[in-house]
């Protein structure tokens, strides 16, 4: 069945049912999704692609939200992809993030999509990278990935996303040494957020050691934020701007995991 006419026009001037219409047909792999990826191969590449990961509890969506405010304050469009864990029991998922982002949803500079994980590991979707590309031939000129959150295996997100935002919680501890064959590698920058929780300082600290340890090269930023409040989300905001553009003029190599012997 082919594409129905006109869809990707539709799509690149804005048009938010067809946008919703094509992500869903792209999500399940449908053969009208197929044919539209290729219809709107000519217009990828012109989004900055941020993605966000890091441990359950680190309070990834409150961030998300927080700096979506920020960069729709500063004029950008911004598209957020937000995957969440299926059941898998019913293989259902809450999506909860579209709830969680009301406020900023309701403008017309924001898309917001929430995707089940399907039991798809790495903490995306099967498909994420094709609903990355229709979001971008949409116009959107951020598109920021929201992975499942569950810890050292979310390594997938660097295969999609230029910038990668890694967010820890307070009091993250041993875990540091335990996520740092994962997730930690591949950050271009560190959050510490829930600042204000008596913990940050000390995991703030264990972060800058666990970078002291590397081999010489680029050490990415450890920041801190209350996303609750808003507090050095601006900072944040700087810093993703700033590598996205960087990023933007190199060629960024992708990020992916060694193949175990036998697999």
Known sequence: MNAPAGWAERIRSGDRRAIARAITAVENATAQGRELL???ACSAGQARVIGVTGPPGAGKSTLVNALVKELIARGHSVAVIAVDPSSPITGGAVLGD???MAEVQADA????RSLAARGHLGGL???AKDVVAVLDAAGFGTVIV???GTGQSEVEIAGIAATKV???PPGLGDDVQALKAGVLEIADVF???KADLPDAGRTERELFSMLALRRAGRRPPVLKTVATSGEGVAALADEVMRHAAVAAHQSVP???PPVRPGS
């Open 254 to 256: 992708i990020f992916r």
């Open 146 to 148: 929201e992975t499942v």
């Open 166 to 168: 890694v967010v820890c």
């Open 125 to 127: 979707t099967s498909n």
């Open 98 to 100: 579209r709830i969680r």
């Open 191 to 193: 959050v510490v957020n």
């Open 109 to 112: 500079r924001v898309f917001i």
């Open 38 to 40: 290729v219809q709107l």
